[in-house]
Every structure is written in C-alpha cells, then in structure tokens.
C-alpha cells in the first residue's frame, strides 16, 4: 500500500481485508507501548485509506471472516 501513494487507477483490488492482516499483526505485536500501538493503528488505517482512494472507477475489496477491524471505517 505504501507504493500507491501519488498513483491514480482506473481499479483498485485490496485483498486479504481479513482480520490479522490488515492492520498488520506482526507489527501490533512488535509494539512496546500504548503511544506506539495508536500509531501503528493510525498509520495501517491512513494507507488503507490511501490505497482504497487510489480507484477512479471501481474498488473490490476482497477478504475472509473474521474481517479486518477497519471494515466499518471503510464502509461508513
């Protein structure tokens, strides 16, 4: 995702909008604190953001339950 930043398409696939995944457990689990763990969080939402608003056209969002904590953001 941090490769679509500046980039503009026609479509846009996310796949794997699964719970562990997106945001990333492996850097959850890396946190040494509360302040670092709300950045983690802050930073995989904002390039979730990023890459869903890439799309001009068309958005897919693909994942399997459980799905990523950051549905409803997107959603609402």
């Known amino acids: 995702m941090h490769l679509a930043k500046g ?3 026609r479509a ?7 719970d562990e995944v997106i945001p990333s457990q492996a850097r959850i689990e890396a946190v040494g604190d509360d302040a670092d ?4 969080y ?3 939402r904002h390039l ?3 890459a869903c608003t890439r799309a001009r056209d068309r958005l ?4 399997v339950a459980p799905g990523s904590e ?4 997107l959603l609402g």
């Open 42 to 44: 802050d930073t995989e």
């Open 60 to 63: 897919l969002v693909t994942g």
């Open 70 to 73: 950051f549905l409803e953001d």
């Open 37 to 40: 763990l709300e950045e983690v």
């Open 12 to 18: 846009v696939a996310v796949m794997a909008f699964d």
């Open 7 to 9: 980039f503009e398409v």
């Open 48 to 50: 979730l953001y990023v």
